[in-house]
């Protein structure tokens, strides 16, 4: 039961805390608690219909389509990320001014949730389906261990939600005039982090063959694979052994995403702007 | 026309270089059976690209995960699945079943 709760405990927090950065990413925007609802909503039905259909995946591609997919999926979330802040940086110093955003930024807010609650889903569908196998597995395996390890099962999601619910309750407690800089540098790490993962399972898929070598190893000093990896992993795409091709894709998705930032955000009214933009100066 | 006969005969030998990287060495069979791999130690040769196709006989779904070897790939109940590994230096690699990791570990050696 304990194996089992540790297990779903995992997978729930690497989504929960996506979950909760998008959720402070959005707070006083009218309307995302439906938005993100539906992200997790329409990620845990993805995720029943990617585990159900499991082993197709996998053989497409000549056996690599579980890679690709995981690859597909996490781009999909790289874009939608950087949308969301280039969205931000461009009508955000309106919403920071006066949080309650009223008429037409409420409706282009709308755009920018959209891109979240796909983020959402993402998350949800990636983590959701690999805890809907290891249950079903468990479930249709039947015999004697089969209600304790559900019921452990239960807990980890219990567990996983509680903690990235405490996350959340930690980033509000930002002040309401540097939540939006914190909330822009997560977004923005968490997609780089994305984007180096998605660069790893495209190597794993064969797709890409070149930069494979680990440029340095740091799995003494902090293993990926323990707790604080995984949640360092999960957050800014710490990996213990990165090789140049994670490197670049994780500093290719920074450098872009600050450049698109700021010239967007230069356009109009850059005085204004500037406070904004440079928070931490 | 001849730009885009270049094009499709560029194409071409992209997709035949690609599945002639992927077809080049004969996956190494390993088997997972009460979340017990077997081989349990893999020995591959160093610095060429290696497959395994790893066939799951248990009834849950594992996922074979190496932070060395950098795979994660899930395997459900009673299916094979195909895992590409690059080129390694000599060394160990070890990796484990992510679902069970108290029984199912493994190590490729490469020499």
């Known amino acids: 039961m304990l194996a089992t709760l540790l297990i779903v405990f995992r997978e729930v927090i690497e989504a929960g805390l996506i979950v909760g950065i998008v959720l402070a990413a959005t707070k006083g925007v009218p309307g995302r608690g439906l938005w993100v609802s539906m992200g997790v909503a329409g990620g845990l039905a993805g995720a029943c219909v990617v585990a159900a259909f499991a082993g197709g995946i996998a053989a497409l591609f000549q056996g690599s389509g579980q890679e690709l997919f995981n690859a597909a999926i996490l781009i999909l979330a790289v874009g939608m990320l950087t949308w969301h802040n280039v969205w931000m940086a461009s009508h955000g110093k309106e919403m920071s001014r006066e949080l309650k955003a009223v008429g037409a930024e409420v409706r282009q807010g709308g755009k920018s949730l959209l891109a979240l609650a796909v983020v959402v889903g993402v998350a949800v569908l990636r983590e959701g389906s690999e805890v809907v196998l290891f249950l079903y597995g468990i479930a249709a395996g039947g015999g004697a261990t089969m209600a304790s390890m559900l019921l452990g099962g239960a807990a980890g999601v219990a567990l996983g939600a509680g903690l990235s619910l405490l996350m959340y309750l930690g980033l509000l407690a930002i002040p309401a005039h540097r939540l939006f800089a914190a909330t822009t540098g997560l977004i923005t790490l968490l997609a780089a982090g994305l984007a180096a993962q998605a660069a790893a399972f495209l190597q794993q898929a064969g797709v890409v063959t070149v930069l494979q070598t680990p440029l340095w190893d740091t799995s003494s000093i902090l293993p990926e694979g323990g707790m604080l990896g995984r949640l360092l992993k999960t957050l800014i795409g710490y990996t213990d052994q990165p090789n140049g091709l994670q490197l670049m894709a994780w500093l290719g998705v920074v450098a872009m995403m600050l450049t698109l930032m700021r010239v967007v955000n230069a356009r109009p009214r850059a005085t204004q702007s500037a406070a904004i933009a440079h928070p931490a100066e | ?111």
């Open chain 2, 1 to 111: 026309m001849i730009r885009r006969i270049v094009l499709a005969a560029s194409v071409a030998a992209l997709v035949t270089a690609a599945s002639g990287a992927l077809a080049d060495a004969p996956p190494i069979q390993v088997t997972i059976k009460n979340h017990q791999f077997t081989p349990n130690e893999i020995r591959v040769p160093a610095n060429q690209p290696i497959v395994l196709n790893v066939t799951n006989g248990d009834a849950l779904a594992e996922e074979f995960d190496s932070t060395a070897l950098k795979v994660e790939k899930v395997i459900a109940g009673g299916q094979s699945g195909i895992i590409r590994i690059h080129p390694l230096r000599p060394g160990r690699y070890a990796f484990m079943g992510e679902y069970h990791s108290a029984t199912a570990q493994g190590v490729v050696i490469a020499q």
